[in-house]
């Protein structure tokens, strides 16, 4: 197995570890991890869905190096291995920081925003991560039907953005106003 594929697979259980850390330490402290749709439902799992299936092709991938019909260069497996690190370190970082405040979905408790950390640069790092991972896959598993499920599951996530970010201007008003006005939505 390439190193790079070791490396791919090294990522992913990063990306797993934090979220169990973080899945417990929410469960804990009686908070849930799963909040309400921000959008559609059907749109909104669709999403999550298309996400969460390229990267499974990606890890596919891996596993499976002659896997595919088109034969990866070398250097692209290195360059797509490195787009998921980048995401797997934000990603990480967006979740911690987020803290109890983390949901799948939007939150029915009182949350605060969050704009310090990792906030202070992108308003969105953890769909920055999830775009960045998709990318990745795309690149290292240059399938069609893994470039559709990223295509879609994009698009969704910024629809999703959209709707959060509706949500958030109602809930902290000016003070989320100011934010925007500081930090731009994705990087």
Not at 54 to 76: D, M, N, R, S
Not at 138 to 156: E, H, Q, V
Request: with cysteine; aromatic share 16%.
């Amino acid at each position: 197995m390439p190193l790079h594929s070791l490396l791919v697979l090294l990522a992913f259980t990063t990306c797993g570890l934090v979220l169990l850390v973080m899945a417990f330490l929410l469960k804990r402290d009686n908070h849930g991890l799963l909040g309400n749709p921000s959008i559609e439902k059907f749109y909104f799992y669709s999403g999550k869905i298309a996400i969460f299936t390229c990267w499974a092709l990606f890890i596919v991938k891996a596993l499976l190096p002659k896997h595919g019909y088109i034969q990866v260069p070398e250097f692209l497996s290195w360059i797509a291995t490195g787009i998921l690190w980048a995401g797997t370190i934000i990603f990480s970082f967006a979740v911690v920081d987020l803290g109890q405040s983390l949901k799948v979905g939007l939150p029915d408790q009182h949350t605060k925003l969050k704009t310090s950390g990792i906030y202070r640069f992108s308003r969105n790092p953890i769909y920055v991560a999830v775009i960045l991972i998709a990318i990745g896959s795309c690149l290292y598993f240059p399938d069609l039907i893994n470039i559709s499920f990223a295509a879609y599951g994009i698009f969704i996530h910024h629809k999703i953005i959209m709707a959060e970010e509706l949500f958030l201007k109602g809930r902290f008003g000016k003070e989320y106003e100011y934010y925007c006005h500081h930090v731009r939505r994705y990087i």
